[in-house]
């Protein structure tokens, strides 16, 4: 089922498959809700899915000039609002991953469990910055050029010709966000705050879904994260670039279910 949220002057889009509890899928840059249509199948069979076109991406149209992780996270609320539901395990890809934890931050009581699927909790650093003020100025000049340069180095190089009907998918679905949503998230992503602390404080258990060969989330660093929360489980994808929900889908969607059911066992 597609269906539309109020959010201030805008609706969100959204899907709704499956039934019992609930996981809530989040996308990343740029991507929308469709990145999960094949990934989230298996996922419903066990539990409803709901899966959200963040401002600016999808259908959702964009808000103002820039998308704050903080912002994007209340479009997210709006959606669960609308649905009447209170508790879900939040499961974020990239960006999607600093929104889910703006998200936990902002609405701590409605977490049951976080997933940061290839995702950092830190902050861009000044040389990062500079790489998004410099992919703003791409887009405005050619955005069907910038999301085609930038889709194939997601995955590991040995999977780029494996996965060229994905890659071509992935591109169909960059092109189709408008420039505008594609530069308010490139603003919000350079500005937003290191995160750190709500994993470390968290008391809910936490996935961690990381690719060795990822060249957005170095890998290293992102394992050095994962010794700082409380109840970590983590996913190595020792072939995975940054989308191991297409590289290594199989043992994505089983962790992912390993984890759900563990996070509503100690879910009220």
């Given amino acids: 089922m597609i269906g539309y949220a109020p959010f201030r002057q805008i609706k969100i889009r959204y899907s ?63 959606v669960m609002d609308h649905l009447h539901l209170r508790r879900y395990v939040i499961v974020g890809h990239s960006m999607g991953g600093y929104v889910a934890l703006a998200f936990a931050e902002l609405f701590h009581d409605q977490v049951s469990g976080l997933c940061m699927f290839h995702s950092s ?94 060249t957005v989330v170095p890998f290293q660093k992102a394992l050095d994260q994962t010794a700082q929360v409380k109840q970590a489980d983590v996913l190595v994808l020792e072939d995975s670039g940054h989308m191991g929900f297409i590289e290594e889908k199989n043992r994505c969607q089983d962790a992912l279910l390993k984890f759900a059911r563990k996070c509503f066992r100690q879910s009220p």
Avoid at 57 to 75: N, R
């Fill in 121 to 214: 909790p830190f902050s861009d650093s000044p040389e990062k910055k500079a790489d998004r003020d410099k992919a703003i100025h791409l887009v405005k000049e050619d955005t069907r050029h910038y999301v085609n340069e930038i889709i194939p180095g997601l995955f590991a190089p040995e999977h780029r010709p494996v996965f060229k009907e994905d890659i071509r998918e992935l591109k169909r679905i960059a092109q189709s966000i408008s420039r505008q949503g594609i530069i308010n998230a490139l603003h919000g992503m350079k500005d937003r705050p290191k995160r750190d602390w709500v994993l470390q404080y968290a008391d809910y258990p936490v996935l961690f879904i990381l690719g060795k060969k990822d």
């Fill in 16 to 78: 709704d498959t499956g039934h019992g509890r609930v996981l809530v899928l989040l996308h990343g840059f740029p991507e929308t809700m469709e990145i999960w249509d094949e990934f989230s199948v298996k996922l419903a069979r066990h539990f409803r899915i709901i899966a959200i076109d963040l401002p600016g991406h999808g259908e959702t149209p964009p808000i103002g000039y820039q998308h704050s992780m903080e912002l994007m996270a209340e479009a997210a609320k709006a």
